[in-house]
């Protein structure tokens, strides 16, 4: 059998943590190796990429740049294209516009030796949609090749739609309107921080922002077609994204129907605290890299049903978490499509049913 090698490209808010998870799991994972893509050598960032290393994983660059690192005390094992032509899997967390101005089309090339390639986030028209548990079954083995891990936010407006909406029948969902409040960066950057909250644009007639947009794309791939529509605005702090959701369904329901769907999903969390910095600190102190994996954590005391069938309220946005879960989902179901269920999880310490 040849051997399973995950390779990663960047180290910021998703990579890191992700690198730090596929070494501490890759024996349960069934995973022989991993390797991770570093641009830039720099002093600020040697701490992480050393215990990035101090964990198994092997750091690769450009050619051109083995000598910069080499200056800082780091040895990158191979140069870029090596990495990605020996890897079974390619994950791509490199941010929106940044390296290749095409990454479908760089990656096509290894296409011959390679299972699969994941990007991040906000990389429309990379491939097929993915968030976990929402759309595993719209999966096609020997056909999907590139893949899109929706963004952090989209996973949660996602999930809040499947579980309060889809789960009483496709067409329950009348109307999903949500806004999404979202941090200005992560504690870990530097740069971005906004100096008082900020209102963003419609800048997509039907859907607003990309956020209902990539969720209406993504339950697309099961051929739903929804009436999804978001907003979005920045506030100053590093804390985390709040969704604020209000579905119109058709099914009469009620708090305790929602809440014991909730309680049901392994991937969906419940609090009672109401403050975005006590749901991160629990998720700095009992998280993998501070990560929960959860899809969503719902805060129970903003929940609200008006005339039955008006569902509101407000949950948090595990930041990167539950992206990390889809990533590394997908990454299994390349390397082991039918088995991938059950490799998973050994993540299970890391969804919470209480935060």
């Not at 949660?156 to 960066?185: H, K, P």
């Not at 800048?203 to 947009?213: K, L, M, S, V």
Request: aromatic share 10%; net charge negative; with cysteine.
């Amino acid at each position: 059998m040849s051997r399973k090698v995950v390779h990663v490209v960047g180290t910021g808010t998703i990579g890191e943590p992700l690198i730090g998870l596929l070494c501490d799991f890759k024996e349960d994972l069934g995973i022989d190796e991993v390797s991770f893509h570093k641009n830039t050598p720099l002093t600020t960032d040697r701490s992480k990429v050393k215990s990035l290393m101090s964990r198994g994983a092997r750091l690769t660059t450009h050619e051109e740049k083995f000598d910069g690192f080499n200056a800082i005390g780091l040895k990158p094992e191979f140069q870029t294209e090596e990495a990605i032509d020996r890897a079974s899997v390619v994950i791509d967390c490199t941010p929106k516009g940044f390296g290749h101005a095409n990454k479908k089309r760089y990656y096509e090339k290894y296409l011959d030796n390679t299972e699969g390639f994941v990007a991040q986030g906000s990389e429309f028209e990379f491939g097929k949609m993915y968030a976990r548990k929402i759309n595993d079954s719209a999966l096609v083995h020997g056909e999907d090749k590139f893949i899109q891990v929706v963004s952090c936010n989209t996973h949660n407006l996602s999930t809040i739609v499947n579980n309060l909406a889809l789960i009483d029948g496709e067409d329950n969902l009348i109307e999903g309107r949500f806004n999404l409040i979202r941090r200005s960066n992560d504690v870990s950057q530097s740069t971005n921080f906004v100096p008082s909250p900020q209102v963003g644009k419609h800048q997509d007639n039907e859907f607003g922002t990309h956020h209902a947009r990539d969720a209406a794309l993504l339950f697309k791939t099961l051929n739903l077609d929804l009436n999804l529509f978001s907003s979005a605005m920045i506030v100053n702090s590093q804390y985390m994204h709040i969704l604020h959701f209000h579905l119109k369904v058709k099914k009469p329901t009620n708090i305790q129907k929602i809440i014991a769907r909730f309680d049901a999903n392994d991937l969906i969390a419940t609090t009672d605290k109401v403050n975005a910095n006590e749901v991160f600190s629990f998720g700095r102190d009992h998280g993998h890299f501070g990560r929960i994996l959860n899809q969503t954590v719902v805060s129970i005391p903003s929940l609200n049903v008006r005339n039955e069938t008006e569902i509101t309220g407000f949950c948090f946005t595990p930041q990167d978490g539950n992206s990390l879960l889809s990533s590394i989902a997908i990454t299994e179901w390349f390397l082991y499509p039918h088995s991938y269920e059950s490799k998973i999880q050994c993540l299970a310490p890391f969804f919470f049913d209480e935060v």
